[in-house]
């Protein structure tokens, strides 16, 4: 076999190890006996066992889900309805709107983070808390849902909106029998991306949350800094197998709308 | 109470649909021009006309995606200018047949009836018999993308018909199939719409397909009806010359025209050609703008040939083959007319004209019979 495929062979090998050691070290450790998870010192499940017990970390990670499970169902309906807006309608300042949602994300996290807060605290009558981090987590994904469901937009024939009132379709029940089911794949992936996102979020977490309102994240960021544990690996393992079943799913709703023809 | 006599004149029939008066314009571009057109019950009528000449603006004014400026539009004598197109009583095969790719071919056809909240029973009884209508039996459960291009032509047709619509509009349905397949749904087009009666209004650019498929045509041209007929008063007898050269073909001649006597006047063009035609007494000769003649009726006489007696009612001009093209059933020659420098074209059957063996550069007379002659105005 020629030299160029062995090169190219070697350094896949290589970049996939780099991508894939840490997570492979965290997954390895939180099986690993050591009292702070940084060394191998036999197997054992009790930092699993452990965890069960944490009230704390319980708390938190309720916390981080009923956020993640909101912002979600918030973020993809607004980004339809932004997006379907987008597309179909004509008016000044399209092009300046279209681009400035993106805004959010482009510009550093602690920035918009730290504009959040002073917001939230000068702005609203809001306190710190639950309705806080769920409104700025959607300040931030609904840009990112208005991008994936835009996206999906363009493989969308408008002429099926066309035909089913033709048949007697009002607009609204077009998009319910047609376009809706059509985009369906846009707006899961959309939730797919955003429910890791944050769930994940540390930094505009950590700025708008408030005293005693942790999310899981938080909560490891705490726990780190009074010293390392092994509960940090139990919980990082879980996060990244959480994490690739919802690509996995992902990719399966996308395989099978493709399949479909659309 | 005495009994009237029945009238023997008919009442004038409603028809079908009627485009009163109709403007439409897009920005600065006036898409239909005051348009005005009645298509009758039950009638295959074609729109037909080149790109941009404003014909699917105008099918998607009947349908209600578009809105007239001026005028107004009539389904069945009821004025629908408001009316958003999912309550008209009418609907659209599109060009693009606009499959819902989510749904079977079944539930493609029952979509219609479902919005209308008809019984499920019934529902499956009009789609199945739906089916048989355009030849699909068995292909309920089956996906759009699973189809082919001709199978999901009849799904669309299908899909319209079941709600039993006052005009289905039709925008170039065949475009999108091979030729083959073209003519086949030309057939299955016209079964179909023999079994069910509903009226068409089918929009193209393909004259063949308009000439085959309809009981009238009308030609459209930039956002105006130029000439409404049968397909053998539109190509044997065109009014204009945009018609003359669009159907294909046609020998034109223009020119001034004066009268001979009272059954025949003459065009003279501006080299002196003078060219012969019969007239009536309905048509002023300062209103005739040329002559059209078809290639199929015109003779060619070989030079040697000598030329029938000098007799008024035909008409022979000498000329030069200048290119013989064969076709197969027929042969296109191209005849050089020397004193005005215009080519005009002939086209040879195969059954009645095999005796000639013509060659390029040979002399020869073009002939014709002023009855074929026909009178273009404007």
Known sequence: MSPRIWFLRIVSILAYIFLWAPV??????????????????????????????????????????????????????????????????????????????????????????SALLVFFIKATPLTLGYPTIIIAHIVFSTPLAVFVILGRMQRVDWAWEEAAMDLGATRIRAFRR????????????????????????????????????????????????????????????????????????????????????? | MRKQAMPTTKEPVTPA???????????????????????????IFSLLGPSGCGKTTLLRMVAGFENPDHGEIRIQNEVVNHIPPYKRECNLVFQ??????????????????????????????????????????????????????????????ARAIVLDPKVLLLDEPLAALDRRLRKEMQGELRRVQQEVGITFLYVTHDQKVALSLSDRIGIMYEGRINQVGTPVEIYETPRTSFVAKFMGGCNIFSGKAISINTTHLEVRDEHGLC????????????????ISIHPEMIEIIPGDQDLPSSDSIFNTIPGKIANVSYQGDFTELQV???????????????????????????????HWDSCHSNLLVG
């Open chain 1, 178 to 262: 047609v376009i809706g089911p059509v985009l369906l794949p846009g707006i899961a992936g959309a939730a797919a991306l955003i429910f890791p996102w944050s769930f994940d979020d540390f930094v505009i977490t950590y700025f708008v949350a408030g005293i005693g309102n942790t999310t899981l994240p938080v909560y490891i960021f705490s726990q780190l800094r009074h010293g390392s544990s092994p509960v940090v690996n139990v919980i990082g393992t879980l996060f990244i197998l959480f994490t690739l079943a919802s690509l996995l799913l992902f990719m399966l709703v996308e395989k099978r709308s493709r399949a479909k023809g659309m």
């Open chain 2, 17 to 43: 649909v009627e485009i009163k008066n109709v403007i439409k314009r897009f920005g600065t571009v006036t898409a239909v021009d005051n348009m005005n057109l009645a298509i009758k019950q039950g009638e």
């Open chain 2, 275 to 290: 060219i012969r035609a019969q007239t009536s007494k309905d048509v002023k000769p300062e209103t005739v703008s040329g």
């Open chain 2, 336 to 366: 050089l007319i020397r004193s005005t420098g215009q080519k005009v074209t002939v086209h040879l059957n195969r059954r009645s004209d095999n005796s000639m063996s013509l060659v390029k550069g040979q002399e020869v007379s073009i």
């Open chain 1, 24 to 113: 492979i070290v965290i997954i390895v450790f939180s099986f690993s006996a050591n009292k702070f998870g940084i060394r191998w010192e036999g197997f054992t499940m009790q930092w699993y066992y452990k965890l069960l017990e944490n009230e704390a970390v319980w708390d938190a990670c309720i916390r981080s889900l009923v956020i993640a499970s909101v912002t979600v169902v918030v973020s993809t309906a607004l980004g339809t309805l932004t997006a379907y807006g987008l597309y179909k309608l004509k008016f000044r300042g399209k092009m300046l709107l279209r681009t400035s949602i993106l805004l959010p994300i482009v510009m550093p996290e602690v920035v918009t983070a």
């Open chain 2, 96 to 157: 693009q047949m606009a499959l819902f790719p989510h749904l079977t071919v079944a539930e493609n056809i029952a979509f219609g009836l479902r919005e209308r909240r008809r019984p499920p029973s019934e529902i499956k009884k009009r789609v199945m018999g739906m089916l048989d209508v355009v030849n699909l039996p068995g292909m309920e459960n089956r996906y759009p993308h699973q189809l082919s291009g001709g199978q999901k032509q009849r799904v669309a047709l």
